[in-house]
């Protein structure tokens, strides 16, 4: 079986469970597990969004020759104070806090369902948080330009990479609760 398949196994059963023990039993539950069951399938579909922006940054590489990006590395140095043992480590730790930071920004997708937003409107506003913050975010670390300063096809496939997140974990989010 392929990661996808595997991907997929797991948001088929994912999906079985939170409809036969949570999501048909609202009345029986309480807001508490409602909560936890939102923020479980937001993790879920963060991860199949992040799955779905490394697929997307992948081809991007791939079509127009750029290096794999150590950005998400860098933030980590510059917010906890701390440096690789080995420059050798730093795509490796990009990747691992990509995903990271990809599968976190699932809970969002979740607490904006749990809050009542759904479907598109949900999956809009995910979208505009994430992008937001690495268009506004990292230039505020300095780890980047400002986005003014950068060139607009950078800018511009930011926003596209980061609408294939949102797309894809709004549409497994959706997938798994409805």
């Not at 991007?60 to 860098?74: F, H, L, N, W, Y």
């Not at 926003?159 to 959706?174: K, P, R, T």
């Amino acid at each position: 079986m392929t990661k996808a398949s595997y991907v997929i196994l797991l948001c088929l059963m994912v999906r079985f469970f939170l409809r036969v023990f949570i999501m048909k039993r609202k009345k029986r539950i309480g807001p508490l597990q409602r909560l936890s069951a939102a923020i479980g399938a937001g993790l879920i579909a963060g991860v199949a969004g992040t799955a779905a922006i490394t697929i997307s940054q992948l081809i991007e590489m791939k079509i127009t020759g750029r290096q794999p990006s150590t950005v998400p590395a860098d933030a980590i140095e510059k917010t906890l104070d701390i440096k690789p043992a080995d420059e050798g480590v730093k795509p490796r730790v990009a990747q691992q806090v990509h995903w990271a930071y990809g599968t976190a920004w699932g809970i969002t997708r979740g607490l904006l369902a749990f809050s009542g937003l759904k479907s598109w409107a949900a999956t809009l506003t995910h979208f505009s948080a994430v992008t937001g913050t690495a268009l506004f975010a990292m230039p505020a670390l300095d780890i980047v330009p400002p986005v003014n300063e950068q060139q607009p096809k950078s800018v511009l496939l930011s926003v596209l990479h980061h609408a294939v997140y949102a797309a894809a974990a709004g549409f497994v989010f959706d997938a798994i609760t409805e």
